[in-house]
């Protein structure tokens, strides 16, 4: 019973925050939509900061286990990451990244909410790094090119939110394209087979500006349409 009910109070709250934002949700209501009464909430709780932190460590813990299984079956690819995305941007109850929005409402940096945003993020630069590896791209520059990437991933969470539109996903993962054409050209990858397309690195050659023209048939072709949404938002 008291496994129960912590996890009613968990999926009411994470359900809550980030349809309505944690500032906007009071304990009350959440004890009322859970149906949790109050002498058991503080049994799980000392109180709402508390909750916060649970919610946020959980949907970190899912949130990069769907995104991880999902670009696996996409392909595994970095790219990859962008066509998972366009699947979330299309879901009726997308409201952005829960937890740029905890970094947003929770303004202090030494606020234990954002603490735990802030290492989600760093969290999937270091997925986004190993998959740049696993394609051949060095050790030494997959990071840097990673933190590029998941800056993409950031605006195009954005820009989808505000614009209510799938479409930032496909123009972010056309951006990541060119970036990675760019880097296995310059020597960013181990071999030039890591490159995220073949046309990509042959059209680049001639001049240093070559990436960038390079970079409109490409986009064309990267575009995927949106798959079916996933469970969890």
Known sequence: MATRARARLLDTAE??????????????????????????????FTGKDELVVAVLTRRDRDWRAWLAARVAELGG???????????????????????????????????????????HKERVIGYVAGLLGDEGYRPDGAVGLARRLV????????????????????????IAAALLA????????????????TAAPTAAAPTAAAPTAAAAP??????DPCAAPAARG
């Open 218 to 223: 490409t986009a064309a072709g990267l575009e």
């Open 151 to 174: 800056l993409l991933m950031d605006g195009a969470i954005v820009t989808a939110l505000r614009e209510g539109t799938p479409a930032p996903a496909a123009e972010a993962r056309a």
């Open 77 to 119: 690819r970095p790219l990859d990451v962008f066509d998972a995305l366009a699947e979330r941007f299309a879901r009726a109850d997308f409201r952005g990244c829960a937890f740029i929005n905890a970094i947003v409402e929770s303004a202090d940096p030494g606020s234990s909410a954002h603490r735990v945003a802030v290492a």
């Open 182 to 197: 760019a880097a296995a050209t310059s020597g960013g990858a181990a071999s030039t087979t890591a490159a995220p397309t």
């Open 15 to 44: 359900a809550l925050f980030y349809a309505e934002g944690v500032r906007a949700v009071g304990v009350e209501r959440i004890l009322a939509e859970s149906g949790v009464g109050r002498a058991s909430f503080y049994r799980h």
